[in-house]
């Protein structure tokens, strides 16, 4: 089996884990929208345009991904006070907790995945994660 196609096989087991994770513990939302939540969560002033450039994503399929944030009640989307067509995307208290379950849910999968391995190979394993992300992104 090829390496690219192992990597895929992998991801997508993980995806398939995670969803079925965040619907067994009740989490409101999908695994790529807690990705987008992620993002929101780390800088108060993210403009919601922005966004998708930022993550390399569909504007069109980040704006729909934030509609569903909000209409759960995770984020909130606050007009510029200078430019009204601005708009910024802030995550609320809901988000906050929904946030703090979804990382501690995510966290053991990993653990669990993970478990076997001994600490250098899962060292060596996130150094390698860093590395093709670093030369995808060149």
């Known amino acids: 089996m090829s390496l690219v196609f192992q990597m895929g096989s992998a991801l997508n087991a993980i995806g398939k884990k995670m969803r079925t994770g965040f619907s067994t513990e009740k989490i409101v939302i999908q695994p790529s929208q807690f990705g987008l939540l992620v993002y929101i969560s780390k800088d108060k002033d993210v403009i919601q345009t922005?966004?998708?450039s930022l993550l390399d994503r569909?504007?069109?399929a980040v704006l729909r991904e934030i509609d569903i944030l909000e209409e759960n009640g995770l984020v909130r989307r606050v007009n510029d006070a200078v430019d009204r067509r601005?708009?910024?995307v802030i995550?609320?208290?809901?988000?906050?907790?929904?946030?703090?379950h979804g990382t501690l849910l995510i966290d053991k999968m990993m653990n669990e995945l993970l478990d076997g391995l001994p600490e250098n190979e899962k060292e060596i394993f996130y150094k390698v994660l860093v590395h093709l992300e670093n030369k995808a992104r060149q």
């Open 50 to 52: 922005e966004l998708a």
């Open 58 to 60: 569909d504007k069109s």
């Open 86 to 88: 601005k708009k910024f």
């Open 91 to 100: 995550i609320t208290d809901k988000g906050k907790k929904v946030l703090k």
